[in-house]
T-cell receptor, first 112, second 117 residues
Framework: SQQGEEDPQALSIQEGENATMNCSYKTSINNLQWYRQNSGRGLVHLILIRSNEREKHSGRLRVTLDTSKKSSSLLITASRAADTASYFCATVPSGGNNRLAFGKGNQVVVIP | KAGVTQTPRYLIKTRGQQVTLSCSPISGHRSVSWYQQTPGQGLQFLFEYFSETQRNKGNFPGRFSGRQFSNSRSEMNVSTLELGDSALYLC????????????????FGQGTRLTVV
């Protein structure tokens, strides 16, 4: 079963605004990762946060992780038209099982 | 450094046929995983290979199989194709750091879009 599950949102925002997406999961994890996918193409890794981390930044991206609530959020600040894509969270379970469990993704449209 | 290469990019097959997809990982990456993406089921893990051995397997029927070669290139095969096998098949490679847990990013290829008619 899918461990990562985003809130099933389709976000439509204006360029320059911030976009926030949430993700929840069910079991213990080693780390949680966020990926972006443009138009049914390959996925691009955005950021990885380990289970012992609470917040991480990378450029305009900010990720938080709350292991007590089994949830994560991805914030994209000052969005650009090029940020239009689907965003997926994926968990790597603890216990040595080397696989990504993806959520269903959030479609984000940034209007120029 | 070249990225993950998947061939072919597009494929149309008839029900009952079989298909082989190929994936060349990034040089030095020994872990190769396969995922199926469909609008209904989303991204689902198929299997992972490491050093020519299948290390993890998802919940797919035995019609789905794979292998990895000594140069880390991987192939997946789907036999007796069904309409529901139409999907984007994605391959990902990763560099293992510190053992079995994937503590680093996975690099994905552009995928092979399989259409079964």
């Amino acid at each position: 079963s899918q461990q990562g599950e985003e809130d099933p949102q389709a976000l439509s925002i204006q360029e320059g605004e911030n976009a926030t997406m949430n993700c929840s999961y069910k079991t213990s994890i080693n780390n949680l990762q966020w990926y972006r996918q443009n138009s049914g193409r390959g996925l691009v890794h955005l950021i990885l946060i380990r289970s012992n981390e609470r917040e991480k930044h990378s450029g305009r991206l900010r990720v938080t992780l709350d292991t007590s609530k089994k949830s994560s959020s991805l914030l994209i600040t000052a969005s650009r038209a090029a940020d239009t894509a689907s965003y997926f969270c994926a968990t790597v379970p603890s216990g040595g099982n080397n696989r990504l469990a993806f959520g269903k993704g959030n479609q984000v449209v940034v209007i120029p | 450094k070249a990225g993950v290469t998947q061939t072919p990019r597009y494929l149309i097959k008839t029900r009952g046929q079989q298909v082989t997809l190929s994936c060349s990982p990034i040089s030095g990456h020994r872990s190769v995983s396969w995922y199926q993406q469909t609008p209904g089921q989303g991204l689902q893990f198929l299997f992972e290979y490491f050093s020519e051995t299948q290390r993890n397997k998802g919940n797919f029927p035995g019609r789905f199989s794979g292998r990895q070669f000594s140069n880390s290139r991987s192939e997946m095969n789907v036999s007796t194709l069904e309409l529901g096998d139409s999907a984007l098949y994605l391959c990902a490679s990763s560099l293992e750091v510190g053992g079995r847990i994937m503590n680093t990013e996975a690099f994905f290829g552009q995928g092979t879009r399989l259409t079964v008619v």
